[in-house]
């Protein structure tokens, strides 16, 4: 596709589900990233993959959080044990390096009851 | 610790008129200072970016001013447009770090 694709784009999870979120990179991106974004704030953090190498998982809030990018294309975001105060915006991005230009999806908005 | 520190939260300007936005960074390592545009429902977009080898960056109405001792640089939107009420986050990374975003200013231009 031409952007970054994000699924689902909204759910809905019961307090101590299981929660997994897809990202489908822009094709030919080596690097690609997975960020929280809380209401009213910028995106933080959470993991970065070079291929199919996690390189810097330092942004995981926890570990209920998982993440990977086995053929080094599409990942997903793994949240176990889902809690109220995982209600977010999980953003992928992805880029032809590093250190260039991130490519956003849309997001996946998870709110946790 | 918040590396980027960016004000302020929320800004109103009339059509036509100037928007200035700032940002303050503390890791002397950071060597790229992007901002992106934020409109509801969306992910972020670039907007522009600059290195800090120039002290300025223009691209159409949006110019970015980069003051290195200080530590800061600031996005300025001339002629703010309607269309351009959105959310704005500056951003910055280097060394082995990964992009770290402010807070972000949501943006009103009033018609």
């Known amino acids: 596709g031409a952007g970054v694709s994000q699924s689902p784009r909204y759910k809905v999870a019961k307090r101590g589900q299981d929660v997994a979120l897809r990202c489908d990179p822009i094709?030919?991106?080596?690097?690609l990233f997975w960020y929280q974004q809380a209401l009213g704030q910028g995106p933080e953090f959470l993991t970065y993959?070079?291929?199919?190498?996690?390189?810097?998982k330092s942004g995981l809030p926890s570990d209920r959080f998982f993440a990977e990018r086995p053929e080094g294309s599409v990942s997903t975001l793994k949240i176990q044990r889902t809690q109220q105060e995982d209600s977010a915006v999980y953003l992928c991005?992805?880029?032809?390096?590093?250190?260039?230009?991130?490519?956003f999806g849309e997001g996946s908005r998870l709110t946790v009851l | 610790q918040q590396q980027v520190k960016q004000s302020p939260q929320s800004l109103i300007v009339q059509k036509g008129g100037i928007s200035i936005i700032n940002c303050a960074y503390e890791n002397t390592a950071f060597d790229y200072f992007p901002w992106y545009q934020q409109f509801p429902g969306k992910g972020p977009a670039l907007l522009i970016a600059i290195r800090p080898d120039v002290s300025e960056k223009k691209e159409g109405r949006f110019t970015i001013s980069f003051n290195k001792s200080a530590k800061q640089f600031s996005l300025h939107i001339m002629d703010s447009q309607p269309g351009d009420s959105a959310t704005y986050f500056c951003?910055?990374?280097?060394?082995?770090?990964?992009?770290?975003f402010g807070k972000g200013t949501m943006l009103l231009v009033s018609p």
């Open positions: 951003a910055a990374n280097g060394g082995y770090s990964t992009l770290t």
């Open positions: 993959f070079q291929n199919e190498a996690q390189l810097d």
């Open positions: 094709s030919g991106h080596v690097s």
């Open positions: 991005a992805s880029s032809s390096d590093r250190a260039g230009e991130l490519f």
